[in-house]
């Protein structure tokens, strides 16, 4: 790590903090949807096979 990103990083306010976890939360959040999704999507195309077999 950069002494730059080490100084920007102590430069830093608590709000800011707040809105990265926030927004490290909202991706975690959409991965887990997106995994979700793909998941019923897969076995709904299995399930159509195997009923179209």
């Known amino acids: 790590m950069s ?4 100084i920007r990083r102590a ?3 608590p709000f800011s903090e707040v809105r990265e976890a926030r ?3 909202a991706l975690q959040t959409s991965a887990i949807v ?3 999704a793909g ?3 897969a ?9 179209g077999a």
């Open 39 to 41: 998941v019923t999507a």
């Open 3 to 6: 002494n730059e990103i080490l």
């Open 34 to 36: 997106s995994g979700i």
């Open 43 to 51: 076995a709904l195309a299995f399930v159509t096979i195997g009923l």
């Open 23 to 25: 927004h490290l939360r």
């Open 11 to 13: 430069q830093r306010s």
